[in-house]
């Protein structure tokens, strides 16, 4: 059996209230998060990174949640990012509809294929459950939402 | 964008292709419910930014690139994450202008932390 060790969420990296409408600011946004918790540099380039992943097919796969994601050579330390929006985000989701959860998975360049993706799946995972969306959009405050977010994501 | 950032933003798409083009890549993400319809459009990009590129520059980055397949790597706590060398005490970050590692002569992006 083997155990795999991820991230722990950090505490400055959960934004309750994510005031952005596009796709684009919100990046920014959680980019610079995780610039000020040193796990990032060059928010607006890495920002150009997330970007090319978008291009390359959405991260949304609807139901009101996003994981945008990449290995980046801006990247110092792989790490989750979790902000939520009431308003909704405009992300070109399948479903078209808004997103209000969006999971930030970022790895640096050294991380293998595999190990991005052990990461990616874990968020999924986190949020699919119907029941678990609603509980961390209904979450209260931030410490509320990092206690909850950092039980699902184990 | 100076010669550092479109060096690192095509790093970075050699890297979004590499996993796009990885063996199980698609079924892994259509488990998860993304798709890869945009390979195509993220090749023009880095055929743009490798176009955009000064060409000694480029030069550096395919050479490294095709010995190690990687052609830009990180400085990290002033060590070269590719070769893991640290560097001279006399060397500073270069600000915009990319530098090459002296012992595996890797593009490196090495800024200021601040």
Known sequence: ?154 | MSTLERLAQLHDHDLLLEEARATGTPQRLKALGLSLSGVAAVERARHALAHGAERRWMMAYDRARARYGRGMVAVRERVCAGCYIKMPTSAVPAGDAPVLCESCARVLYWRPTT
């Open chain 1, 1 to 154: 059996m083997s155990i795999l060790v991820g991230p722990e969420l950090h505490p400055s990296l959960v934004i309750p209230d994510l005031g952005q409408r596009r796709r684009e600011s919100a990046l920014l946004d959680m980019l610079r998060r995780a610039r000020d918790a040193g796990r990032v540099r060059d928010p607006e380039l890495a920002r150009s990174t997330l970007l090319a992943r978008e291009r390359l097919g959405p991260t949304s796969p609807g139901r009101g949640v996003a994981f945008p994601n990449a290995r980046s050579l801006l990247v110092d330390e792989a790490c989750w990012v979790l902000a939520r929006s009431r308003r909704g985000i405009e992300w070109g989701a399948p479903d078209d509809g808004a997103v209000h959860l969006v999971l930030m998975v970022l790895s640096p360049s050294e991380a293998s294929i595999e190990a991005h993706h052990e990461l990616l799946s874990r968020a999924a995972a986190a949020l699919k459950p119907a029941r678990t969306r609603t509980r961390l959009i209904e979450a209260d405050g931030a410490d509320g939402l990092l206690a909850l977010a950092r039980e699902v994501l184990g």
